[in-house]
């Protein structure tokens, strides 16, 4: 969806390495959220953000951190990267009354 | 998650067939459903959902299934496509309510032969 949008696209790094992934999204929503997503795994919440002063672990949130700098954009960091952080990590959005989420195109992450 | 599963985890048919991915729940609380379609090297995709109040909804080609009793869910593709080849995705709103987190399945991958 073009209304989401993630960067970069792709990533290598090195262990212990801190890096960024930033979101933007241009649908107006207040929702936004971090997956982190590896093969036969399915989606898991990383962070979730309900509004630019609120901020709420998810399922994994152990290594991440995140910055909800506005409304429109939402940033996921990885404060020492380790290997298994290696994933596709996706960025979605939802408004405040509706369950339906948006999802951006992802960011691959290699950890090397 | 485990509270959210799929029965078969790969899925083959013709062109032209009629597809059928089921998915299985395990919380009666969950009051919201929704299939996402994700194809390779891009973010899942809306497709349809469903509300618990309702037993059926259809969308283009697409029709969601509820049953409650069994707390089982299915996506049904009409007239599949090479197009439609893609992992699919149910995921269900455990908290029910206005928390609207999302629970995801592993995903099904949906192959359609020529």
């Known amino acids: 969806d073009a209304d989401v949008t993630q960067t970069p696209r792709n990533r290598i790094t090195k262990t212990g390495k801190r890096i960024m992934l930033e979101c933007s999204q241009t649908?107006?929503?207040?929702?936004m959220y971090w997956y982190r997503q590896d093969p036969g795994l399915g989606l898991q919440l990383i962070y979730y953000?309900?509004?630019?002063?609120?901020?709420n672990k998810g399922e994994i949130s152990d290594g991440y951190s995140v910055s909800r700098q506005a409304q429109a954009k939402f940033s996921l960091s990885l404060e020492s990267a380790i290997p298994n952080q290696t994933a596709l990590y996706f960025c979605?959005?939802?408004?405040?009354?509706?369950?339906?989420?948006?999802f951006g195109p992802g960011t691959r992450l290699l950890v090397l | 998650g485990e509270n959210v599963g799929l029965h078969l985890p790969t899925l083959s048919v013709q062109e032209g067939d009629n597809s059928i991915i089921n998915c299985a729940y395990s919380?009666?609380?969950?009051?919201?459903f929704i299939w996402y379609k994700q194809e390779s090297g891009k973010g899942p995709q809306f497709i349809i959902d469903?509300?618990?109040?309702?037993d059926k909804r259809q969308g283009q080609r697409v029709t969601v299934l509820l049953n409650k009793t069994v707390k089982h869910l299915s996506l049904q593709i009409a007239a599949t496509q090479p197009g439609d080849s893609a992992v699919y995705f149910c995921?269900?709103?455990?908290?029910?309510?206005?928390?609207?987190?999302?629970?995801f399945g592993k995903g099904t991958l949906l192959t359609v032969n020529p």
């Open positions: 979605a959005t939802s408004d405040s009354h509706q369950e339906t989420q948006y």
């Open positions: 649908k107006g929503h207040d929702r």
């Open positions: 953000s309900f509004d630019v002063k609120d901020i």
């Open positions: 919380n009666s609380a969950s009051d919201y």
């Open positions: 469903i509300r618990s109040n309702m």
């Open positions: 995921a269900e709103n455990i908290e029910g309510g206005s928390n609207y987190k999302l629970t």
